[in-house]
Antibody, heavy 120, light 111 residues
Framework: QVQLEQSGAEVKKPGASVKVSCKTSGYSLTGHYMHWVRQAPGQGLEWMGWINPNSGVTDYAQKFQGRVTMTRDTSISTAYMELNRLRSDDTAVYYC?????????????WGQGTLVTVSS | QSALTQPASVSGSPGQSITISCTGTSSDIGGYNYVSWYQQHPGKAPKLMIYDVTNRPSGVSSRFSGSKSGNTASLTISGLQAEDEADYYCTSYASSGTPVVFGGGTKLTVL
């Protein structure tokens, strides 16, 4: 069965970086775009960007341009999201979400989420 | 401010039906049949409930249905049950700005 297993919670200081991993199983990582979505405490969902794991091509929300990098390691079926120059308002749960293959745009599987806390 | 507009909260009694609206523009909801809905219980990841406006994934109850008219999509839950109490988010493909836009979420309370 398809599973997306994310890395554990992180506590970071302002200005630091965080790298969240999303290990996939039950399907080929290269067969589906991987998106990253975050959710601040008590807030809604916010789209951050995607990576095509086959080619490595990425597309980021303008809000995160210059601060976010999405990568993948196909040999271990894992996608990564790194966010730099962390601020307190980056405190959120970060999710990886698999986009269905083909022309449609929805996320059929999600990771369990990774809480990133930014605090001095 | 979210790109798609949802009511902050809705409520209903067990057995009743409720509808959650999601309003966008011609660049997202109105222009494409790529609206999806997600259910999120506290502390859990979102779960896909409806995709491509009207389709239900395998395993999702037939009490959940989706529709669209113009720039507004809707999620209807019939025969409300206690376990339906959750937050619900709509999303759509968008041709301007970010390719994925979310609604702000609607908290469903089952009275």
């Amino acid at each position: 069965q398809v599973q997306l297993e994310q890395s554990g919670a992180e506590v970071k200081k302002p200005g630091a970086s965080v790298k969240v991993s999303c290990k996939t199983s039950g399907y080929s990582l290269t067969g589906h775009y991987m998106h990253w979505v975050r959710q601040a405490p008590g807030q809604g969902l916010e789209w951050m960007g995607w990576i095509n794991p086959n080619s490595g091509v990425t597309d980021y929300a303008q809000k995160f341009q210059g601060r976010v990098t999405m990568t993948r390691d196909t040999s271990i079926s894992t996608a990564y999201m790194e966010l730099n120059r962390l601020r307190s308002d980056d405190t959120a749960v970060y999710y990886c979400a698999r986009r269905v293959s083909g022309n449609s745009w929805y996320f059929d599987y999600w990771g369990q989420g990774t809480l990133v806390t930014v605090s001095s | 401010q979210s790109a798609l507009t949802q009511p902050a909260s809705v409520s209903g009694s067990p057995g009743q039906s409720i509808t959650i609206s999601c309003t966008g523009t011609s660049s997202d909801i109105g222009g494409y049949n790529y609206v999806s809905w997600y259910q999120q219980h506290p502390g859990k990841a979102p779960k896909l409930m409806i995709y491509d406006v009207t389709n239900r994934p395998s395993g999702v109850s037939s009490r959940f249905s989706g529709s669209k008219s113009g720039n507004t999509a809707s999620l209807t839950i019939s025969g409300l049950q206690a376990e339906d109490e959750a937050d619900y988010y709509c999303t759509s493909y968008a041709s301007s700005g970010t390719p994925v836009v979310f609604g702000g979420g609607t908290k469903l309370t089952v009275l």
